[in-house]
């Protein structure tokens, strides 16, 4: 059984692994990132960034803890990504919302990244019968009882 270092240090890098996967799927598959999309990067960029440095450091449950709450914005956003799906016509395209995260540091300095250009209904691909917020939500998900696993048990 993996201690709670060795986990945060998985946790990273599968972290770092999807915002890889999207990339890939934004620069070679031409799947344009919408909004939420971007969320869902910064927040995965958030739980791998907090568990990388809690487990180098050792500050295992305050690391748990910040990358917990990444964990769970990123399973607030995706579930709004899934609503939108869902109900067609509900589009959070082209609105303030892309405006602003277009404008913030990281999108201009790296907009290969974190710039958002596609519509949130248009995420309707599939990769082994899930669409990309779906398999976002199910990596959320594992990367949420993961860390509540950490903070759970007792630490080595």
């Not at 959070?92 to 540091?105: Q, R, V």
Request: proline content about 5%.
């Amino acid at each position: 059984m993996p201690n709670s270092r060795n986990l945060l240090y998985l946790i990273a890098a599968v972290s770092f692994a999807l915002i890889g996967a999207a990339l890939y799927l934004q620069h070679v598959q031409d799947m344009l990132p919408c909004p939420l999309c971007v969320i869902q990067r910064y927040l995965f960029l958030a739980v791998g960034v907090c568990a990388l440095v809690g487990a180098a450091s050792g500050k295992i449950r305050a690391a748990a803890g910040l990358a917990l709450i990444g964990a769970l914005g990123g399973l607030g956003v995706v579930g709004k990504h899934l609503y939108v799906l869902a109900h067609p016509g509900f589009s959070c395209g082209i609105d303030p919302m892309e405006t602003a995260l277009n404008k913030i540091p990281t999108a201009t300095m790296m907009p290969w990244v974190f710039r958002a250009d596609g519509l949130c209904e248009n995420a309707q691909g599939t990769l082994l019968g899930l669409s990309i917020p779906q398999w976002s939500a199910v990596w959320f998900t594992i990367l949420t009882l993961s860390l509540v696993w950490v903070l759970a048990r007792r630490t080595r």
